[in-house]
């Protein structure tokens, strides 16, 4: 089964940029579909962005044109690209691994990250 690290969260102001990476191990990477979720303080997790083995993407309206899910298997890694950040992007992300993009897509079964804390805060 694989495991899940992410990093590059932080405090950035609204309108800056960060990179997100999530890191996996202990399986063959690229046959798992990936997602970034986040969840803010009293709200439900949700997804951000899911990208398929085969390299499709999905995004939530509210991130559309400002973030970008990818993925570069040789490095085990996938990556969310955050722009012009906003005060309500700050949650905890999480990466999320799984076999099927259904499970991804619907944050059921699969492998999840410990968290990295994104705070846009000026």
């Known amino acids: 089964q694989v495991q899940l690290v992410e990093s590059g969260g932080g405090l950035v102001q609204p309108g800056g940029s960060l990179r997100l990476s999530c890191a996996a191990s202990?399986?063959?990477?690229?046959?798992?579909?990936m997602g970034w979720y986040r969840q803010a303080p009293g709200k439900q997790r949700e997804l951000v962005a899911a990208?398929?083995?085969?390299?499709?993407?999905n995004y939530v309206d509210s991130v559309k044109g400002r973030f970008t899910i990818s993925r570069d298997n040789a490095k085990n890694t996938v990556y969310l690209q955050m722009n012009s950040l906003k005060p309500e992007d700050t949650a905890v992300y999480y990466c999320?691994?799984?076999?099927?993009?259904?499970?991804?897509?619907?944050?059921?079964?699969?492998?999840w990250g410990q968290g990295t804390q994104v705070t846009v805060s000026s």
């Open positions: 999320h691994a799984g076999l099927s993009l259904i499970n991804v897509l619907r944050a059921t079964g699969g492998t």
């Open positions: 202990g399986s063959i990477f690229s046959i798992y579909n």
């Open positions: 990208i398929g083995s085969n390299g499709n993407t």
